[in-house]
């Protein structure tokens, strides 16, 4: 089972730091060649990914080249996990900026179809594929003062659904895994009273870690994840009540 990826491929966006990068190395171990897109220019110079691309991922013009540069290096595409996301700012909704909304919606939501319309067709010639999207407990329950995060992991969870039926009678699994707060370099876009509340949320009492969070996805990106597509995988600590 170490060597579970191995010859297969795969992208990970926002695969720098947090749980993209604990995912990304997870699968690397595991044999598979990767190729992190991630805004984070200086990180990705200090990557040892098998390829790398700078790009935003709520610009569709760069997913298609991040992709044609992926298949240029590593010769197709098996695994997509996107990964890359923002929180925005802590505001009521009646009082969230605008300029904050669209930025979230675009990177968050976006950004995972602009990923997905650029690699499925790909994985469709291919005859293969295992997508999974990371949403967040967010997008099921509704996190005060964060109403565009919440409402754009909504949307990556009805994306995931969609998806996921349009490609069943096919080789290509899709789905998400909705974390619960998982400490990562995100908590610093947030304020403390947000995070504490997240925290009291957690009938563990503790936040996730990214390796917790990163082994769920490497099921899903595997060909183990047969039976199980357009489906919601929660990773919270109790909190998930539905």
Request: proline share 3%; glycine share 10%; hydrophobic share 45%.
């Amino acid at each position: 089972m170490a060597q579970r990826f191995a010859g297969r491929t795969a992208i990970v966006t926002g695969g720098v730091s947090g749980i993209g990068a604990a995912i990304a190395q997870g699968l690397a171990a595991a044999g598979a060649a990767v190729s992190l897109w991630d805004s984070d220019e200086a990180g990705l110079a200090r990557s040892a990914a098998a390829h790398t691309v700078a790009l935003d991922v709520a610009d569709p013009e760069a997913a298609r080249r991040a992709v044609d540069s992926t298949i240029a290096a590593l010769g197709k595409i098996d695994i997509l996990v996107t990964s890359a996301g923002i929180t925005g700012p802590n505001h009521s909704t009646w009082d969230y900026p605008i300029s904050a909304w669209d930025r979230v919606i675009d990177v968050n939501l976006k950004g995972v179809f602009y990923c997905c319309h650029a690699v499925v067709p790909l994985m469709r010639t291919n005859g293969y594929g295992r997508i999974v999207n990371i949403a967040s407990i967010a997008g099921k329950e509704g996190n005060p003062n964060a109403s565009a995060y919440s409402a754009s992991k909504a949307g990556v969870i009805g994306l995931t659904k969609s998806l996921g039926k349009e490609l069943a009678a096919s080789e290509i699994r899709v789905n998400c895994v909705t974390p619960a707060a998982v400490k990562t370099p995100l908590f610093e876009q947030m304020s403390q009273t947000q995070i504490d509340w997240m925290l009291s949320k957690i009938p563990i009492g503790r936040f996730g870690l990214v390796e917790e969070v990163a082994a769920l996805v490497l099921w899903l990106a595997s060909e183990e994840c047969s039976f199980s597509t357009g489906a919601v995988f929660d990773i919270s600590g109790g909190r998930a009540t539905y």
